[in-house]
């Protein structure tokens, strides 16, 4: 790849990144965190949490515009092809998903189930219950692939942890929404057809 290719590359990975962050905060914003409405404190751990998140956003980000760090090849085109592939994969997906879930969408660090929550089965709901969790794994994937570095092994290290975190949340969804119950019995949780 040339380095024009390579800038290009880099500028849509960041693009991508910004983009997704963006749609985030402003849906957050827009839907006026109805969930953590009135609260005026915060636990330490979630302040921590949301403190790594944006750490590890931040390492991100400089890793887009920095010559590769652990390279994993010395000719990654076909490495970085295949990101490119996986990263705007989880990309869609996690966008789509999270446009989808709409006003049913919780901030993962307060986990708060509002009254007006209800399950959304339509879209890609339609098949796994986890879309955003999927995309942005693939997100991740996909970029640690483009920028040709061995830090793919440890984004494939959040998996459990994600898949943890699903089940937490799912436990507390099947408690707080009648038909979640049976929504898990008619879908997979990560993958169609799948997992």
Request: charge should be neutral.
């Given at each position: ?24 905060e ?12 009135g609260?005026?404190?915060t ?88 879309p955003?969790?999927?995309?942005d ?59």
């Amino acid at each position: 790849m040339s380095e024009t290719g390579l800038y290009i590359l880099k500028f849509y990975l960041l693009a991508g990144l910004v983009a997704h962050k963006v749609l985030w905060e402003v849906l957050k914003r827009r839907q006026g965190d109805a969930q953590t409405a009135g609260e005026s404190t915060t636990s330490l751990v979630t302040k921590l949490i949301k403190l790594v998140k944006l750490m590890i956003l931040a390492a991100i980000i400089a890793q887009t515009v920095l010559p590769d760090f652990l390279p994993i090849s010395d000719e990654p085109l076909v490495l970085r092809l295949v990101g490119l592939f996986i990263f705007t994969l989880g990309l869609l997906t996690a966008i789509s998903a999270r446009l989808q879930l709409g006003s049913n969408w919780s901030d993962i660090e307060d986990g708060k189930i509002a009254d007006k929550h209800a399950v959304v089965s339509q879209g890609i709901y339609g098949y796994i219950r986890h879309p955003i969790d999927t995309g942005d794994i693939l997100l991740l994937i996909g970029l640690e692939l483009c920028l040709n570095s061995w830090l793919v092994l440890a984004v494939l290290l959040l998996a459990p942890i994600v898949a943890a975190q699903a089940i937490r949340e799912e436990k507390k969804l099947i408690n707080a929404l009648p038909d979640y119950e049976e929504y898990t019995r008619q879908t997979k949780r990560f993958i169609p057809f799948l997992i």
